[in-house]
């Protein structure tokens, strides 16, 4: 299993960034994925989750309508469009992977995970 995440940057606030995790080595369609962001100091939090069971999406209160989770299965990707970021949103993310293929928001669901990419929403 292998999660590479992509697209991270420097953007100001307001802006707008998209991540992609492209996956390889297992089913897509067998697995959820899930974005999770830890900020300085801050523990890992969930961002957002999509299953490819069913489609269904979780969000974190914090970035509901502004945050957008989506899946290329051509490409054997999921995105996350991120807009209105503000600086709370600086972080490394992470995608990773739910072979129980349920999604939301608790790590602890996930087995498999990405290096991660750098955010960061200057003032």
């Known amino acids: 299993v292998q999660l590479v995440e992509s697209g991270g940057g420097l953007v100001q606030t307001g802006g707008s960034l998209r991540l992609s995790c492209a996956t390889s080595?297992?089913?897509?369609?067998?697995?959820?994925i899930g974005w999770f962001r830890q900020g300085p100091g801050k523990e890992r939090e969930g961002v957002c989750s999509?299953?490819?069971?069913?489609?269904?999406?979780y969000y974190a209160d914090s970035v509901k309508g502004r945050f957008t989770i989506s899946s290329d299965r051509a490409k054997n990707t999921v995105y996350l469009q991120m807009n209105s970021l503000k600086p709370e949103d600086t972080a490394i993310y992470y995608c990773?992977?739910?072979?129980?293929?349920?999604?939301?928001?608790?790590?602890?669901?996930?087995?498999?995970w990405g290096q991660g990419t750098q955010v960061t929403v200057s003032s």
């Open positions: 080595g297992f089913t897509f369609d067998n697995y959820a």
């Open positions: 999509i299953s490819h069971s069913d489609g269904s999406t």
């Open positions: 990773g992977a739910d072979p129980h293929n349920l999604g939301g928001l608790d790590s602890e669901a996930y087995y498999d």
